[in-house]
């Protein structure tokens, strides 16, 4: 089907429709009726959303970027309610003020990312690869050190499963302090590895318990 072919369908219809996005069988249907949808609000959401960046001193730029933000989520998440929405006369007045408030969330996420700038590029993934240490500068004695200790974490990792494995690289390579992990990194592990975010994390507290006790051995061998 033809977008266009829902070009007639009351906005209450189109959102179911758009609510079957996770369905293989009416992928195709939500799509089009989320196209219609855009069709149907996209010059009153452009034209509000360029209303709240002039009045914040944005670019008209950042006006159109935040109208296709506020789509965008609005597919993730088509969550709307009419009954929830007492102070508008109709659905399609409701659907513009839903969208509008999207739209205010969605520049503050935009002025966050501006101040804090994500130290992900969005094109990370899981990894079965232990994370190489620059040893340049280090003296020959301290060279030896940590090559050995990094001998140890590998053999820690061994005694596990290759799931505790990609686990633990995955988070030592991709985890900054203080910065919590990129959402489609953690579902990219739940659906390779067919976990649960729980059970990942359990994995990982295993694997760090593991390489920690192997690390202790060491130490204590040679009174580190």
């Known amino acids: 089907m033809s977008w266009k072919e829902f070009e007639n369908e009351n906005t209450e ?23 219609a949808f855009c069709f149907r609000f996209q010059k009153d959401v452009v034209a509000k959303c360029r209303v709240i960046c002039r009045n914040q001193q944005y670019h008209q730029d950042i006006a159109d970027d935040l109208a296709q933000r506020t789509f965008e989520r609005f597919w993730k ?3 709307f309610d009419f009954k929830k929405r ?28 501006e101040e804090n700038p994500s130290p992900y590029a969005g094109d990370e ?31 820690a990792l061994e005694r596990l499963s290759e799931k505790h494995r990609v686990v633990y690289c995955t988070y030592a390579y991709y985890q900054r302090p203080g910065v919590t992990m990129p959402r489609h990194l953690t579902k990219m592990l739940r659906d390779t590895l ?12 295993q694997a760090t318990d593991k390489i920690t006790e192997y690390l202790a051995i060491y130490d204590l061998k040679y009174g580190n």
Do not use: C, H
């Open 194 to 205: 067919g976990l649960t975010q729980a059970t990942i994390q359990f994995y990982k507290k």
């Open 86 to 113: 007492k102070t508008a006369k109709d659905v399609d007045t409701a659907v513009k003020l839903y969208l509008y408030g999207i739209a205010q969330t969605q520049l503050y996420n935009l002025r966050d990312e």
């Open 77 to 79: 998440y088509p969550k």
């Open 13 to 35: 219809t189109l959102i179911e429709y758009i609510s079957w996005r996770a369905n293989p069988e009416w992928a195709a249907t939500a799509q089009d009726a989320f196209r």
């Open 125 to 155: 993934k899981p990894t079965d690869q232990l994370v190489e240490i620059d040893t340049t500068g280090m003296s020959a004695e301290q060279r030896k050190v940590i090559k050995e200790k990094y001998e140890l974490i590998k053999k």
